[in-house]
C-alpha cells in the first residue's frame, strides 16, 4: 500500500490544524483513507481577552495579528475568540471590537 502524504506531514506548531488528530477509514473495498478529524471552534468564553482592538477600514485580519500577537499565521486565534465561522466577516461593521486573546491552554489563557 501507497503512504498517504498525510502520514509523512505535520502542521507547523501555529496552525490551527497543529493538534488535529490523523485518522484513518477503511473503504468496502479494503482501501484506506487518512483524513484529519474535524477541528470544532472552541467556546469564546474559554479565551481570556487581553484586550479589543477596533476594526478601521483597510483592516485584515493577518496585519491585526501580526500587529497584536506578533504573527501574521495566528489570525484563526482571533477569529475563535471572536465566534467567527466566516473569518472576513469580522472586518464588518467599521468600529466593532474584536476580542484579542491568550492562546487557550496558556497559563492565565482559559482552558484547553
Not at 500577537?69 to 475563535?80: H, Y
Not at 465561522?85 to 476580542?99: E, H, T, V, Y
Amino acid at each position: 500500500m501507497i503512504a498517504s502524504p498525510l502520514d509523512a506531514y505535520r502542521f507547523p506548531a501555529n496552525s490551527r490544524y497543529a493538534d488535529c488528530p490523523l485518522l484513518t477509514l477503511t473503504l468496502p473495498d479494503g482501501r484506506e483513507v487518512r483524513y484529519l478529524e474535524r477541528r470544532l471552534l472552541p467556546d469564546p468564553a474559554g479565551f481570556t481577552v487581553v484586550k479589543r482592538r477596533a476594526i478601521a477600514d483597510g483592516d485584515r485580519l493577518d496585519a491585526i495579528s501580526a500587529a497584536e500577537i506578533s504573527d501574521p499565521e495566528l489570525w484563526w486565534r482571533i477569529a475563535d475568540a471572536n465566534a467567527a465561522m466566516n473569518p472576513p466577516d469580522l472586518l464588518q461593521p467599521l468600529g466593532r471590537r474584536l476580542a484579542i486573546p491568550m492562546p487557550l491552554g496558556m497559563p492565565g489563557g482559559g482552558g484547553v
